[in-house]
């Protein structure tokens, strides 16, 4: 599934094209996705202007001036590209906005995990699907003591708390693994224990990981496309994530003995960490 750094990129690819364009024509290709499309979205869309495209979490939010906001979730494998005028669509193109520039915006998402809704502009933040949720990690509302606090008393693994989206959103599978390596903290900790310097360690490591990610465009396992359909590089730069048995960066050990890099799972996800580092 896209992470914050991939639908940060995909919202970054989308912004200058569709800030400020009127959509002239919606092809709606089916009912719905992992739920119903909204009932008249086709009437509701047409002739309404964008204003921007942002990220909230891991949703790609379009402002617009009819007082609502189009939001859009990639799921498992879902892709937004900008295609030219005289676009024809293939399968599994669910969603097609015509602007007045001559793009066309194309939602494609093969396993239909993904989702598409209509928000309330100047309520989106007590949505549904934003009211329980942590802070931006690129915020200034993310800090060594809000985490701190968010954990305290947690018994759960540090690990699977910070993918929790009411402590912090966005902190994916592929990412908190390789945070949790930069902090020098075991993904098996007791969250509640991760207070004070490792808390401020922590934090920053998700910065700076998920800022990384961003300027090299996300990382592309599987489906994961960037809005102009070129992969994302990331993945060529985790320390961690999916290296079992290989040494880790600037280790001395005896990779032969030690067995390097370890793979668990946790919460059904694959976690991947140093046992001698991470502590």
């Given at each position: 599934m896209p992470e914050l750094p991939e639908v940060e990129t995909v919202c970054r690819g989308l912004d200058p094209v569709m800030r400020g364009r009127t959509i002239?024509?919606?092809d709606v290709r089916r009912a719905g996705l992992r739920d119903?499309?909204?009932?008249?979205?086709?009437?509701?869309?047409?002739?309404?202007?964008?204003a921007h495209v942002m990220r909230r979490?891991?949703?790609?939010?379009m402002p617009m001036d009819i007082d609502q906001t189009l939001v859009l979730h990639l799921g498992m494998s879902g892709r937004i590209l900008v295609q030219e005028e005289g676009y024809r669509p293939v399968k599994h193109d669910h969603l097609i906005l015509h602007l007045d520039n001559?793009?066309?915006i194309v939602f494609n998402d093969p396993r239909r995990s993904g989702t598409v809704f209509l928000?309330?502009?100047?309520?989106?933040?007590?949505?549904?699907?934003?009211?329980?949720?942590g802070p931006e990690p690129?915020?200034?509302?993310?800090?060594?003591?809000?985490?701190?606090?968010?954990?305290?008393?947690?018994?759960t693994e540090i690990k699977t708390a910070i993918m929790d989206?009411?402590?912090?959103?966005?902190?994916?599978?592929?990412?908190a693994s390789e945070a949790l390596f930069m902090a020098g903290i075991s993904p098996k900790r007791v969250s509640g224990t991760v207070q004070g310097e490792k808390a401020e360690a922590l934090v920053q490591a998700i910065r700076q990981i998920l800022r990384r990610a961003i300027k090299a465009g996300g990382s592309s396992l599987r489906d994961y496309r960037k809005a102009?359909?070129?992969?994302?590089?990331?993945?060529?730069?985790?320390?961690?994530?999916?290296?079992?048995?290989?040494?880790?960066?600037?280790?001395?050990?005896?990779?032969?003995?030690t067995g390097g890099i370890k793979r668990i799972v946790q919460g059904g996800r694959s976690t991947f960490y140093c046992p001698r580092k991470q502590k």
């Open positions: 002239v024509a919606v119903p499309f909204p009932k008249g979205l086709a009437k509701t869309l047409m002739g309404a202007k964008i979490a891991k949703y790609i939010l001559g793009r066309a928000a309330k502009t100047d309520s989106l933040e007590t949505h549904k699907a934003f009211r329980a949720m690129l915020s200034n509302e993310f800090s060594g003591p809000v985490l701190a606090s968010a954990l305290k008393g947690r018994k989206q009411r402590i912090v959103v966005g902190v994916g599978n592929i990412y102009d359909g070129k992969l994302g590089l990331f993945q060529h730069g985790f320390t961690v994530y999916g290296h079992t048995g290989k040494a880790c960066p600037g280790c001395t050990c005896d990779v032969g003995k």
